[in-house]
């Protein structure tokens, strides 16, 4: 089984806050990913990292931040949080190669914002 | 970016085989197709890849016809725990961005007893 965790599972907040996802790893991938996910709905690449210190935004447009320090860590940051911002959150990793290998996924975050 | 169509939704019975076919009409020649499955409050676990032909695993079939604009997943003996929404996601392995990589709705599989 793949070895990537995302902590809280569930975070409750209120506006305004800022906000802080954890996700770790322990496969040494060097390519790490955050998705957002509404329930029922399918998922949307936010942002990415080919490895340390390097991460580009996905496909929809987030306010989020992220930063890749370490090979295992890859943080996601809502600076100022607000209930548009209510969703899932999925990190995941892959392999040495390209972005096509297969992605492992951590079980989410489920981030409501009152 | 290569665009994915899947049923929204399908039944079956437990012992039967499933089989869920997403269709990927602008797939490009470096494209490879991925099959991944989610439960709730989970996130997606991969189950098979493929480029061409036919490729068979411990849990699946994947069937991808010479014209590659479709792939269907074939789950045999499907049992109460294949309940789950199934994603075909079309990308280049060879890409150098994560962003040529997209994922569909899904089908929801309902595995009835």
């Known amino acids: 089984e793949a070895d990537i965790y995302q902590t809280p599972r569930y975070l409750v907040i209120g506006t305004g806050k800022k906000i802080t996802l954890e996700c770790s790893q322990t496969?040494?991938?060097?390519?790490m990913y955050w998705y957002q996910q509404d329930p029922g709905m399918e998922l949307h690449l936010i942002h990415y990292?080919?490895?340390?210190?390097?991460?580009e935004k996905g496909d929809l447009s987030s306010e989020s931040t992220v930063s890749r320090i370490r090979t295992e860590h890859f943080p996601l940051t809502l600076e100022s949080a607000r209930p548009s911002h209510t969703s899932q959150y999925l990190c995941?990793?892959?392999?040495?190669?390209?972005?096509?290998?297969?992605?492992?996924f951590g079980d989410g975050t489920r981030l409501s914002i009152l | 970016l290569a665009k994915t169509t899947q049923p929204i939704s399908m039944d079956s019975y437990e012992g039967q085989e499933v089989n869920i076919t997403c269709s990927h009409n602008?797939?490009?020649?470096?494209?490879?197709i991925t099959w991944y499955q989610q439960f709730p409050s989970q996130g997606p676990r991969f189950i098979i890849q493929?480029?061409?032909t036919k490729v068979t695993n411990e849990v699946a079939s994947l069937f991808i016809p010479a014209d590659r604009k479709s792939s269907t997943l074939s789950l045999p003996r499907v049992s109460l725990s294949d309940t789950a929404v199934y994603y075909c996601?079309?990308?280049?392995?060879?890409?150098?961005?994560?962003?040529?990589?997209?994922f569909g709705s899904g089908t929801q599989l309902t595995v009835l007893p």
């Open positions: 996601l079309v990308g280049d392995l060879s890409s150098g961005s994560a962003r040529q990589l997209t």
């Open positions: 990292s080919y490895g340390v210190n390097s991460t």
């Open positions: 493929g480029y061409k």
């Open positions: 995941a990793s892959s392999g040495h190669g390209a972005f096509g290998q297969p992605q492992h």
């Open positions: 496969m040494g991938h060097d390519k």
């Open positions: 602008n797939i490009a020649t470096n494209d490879y």
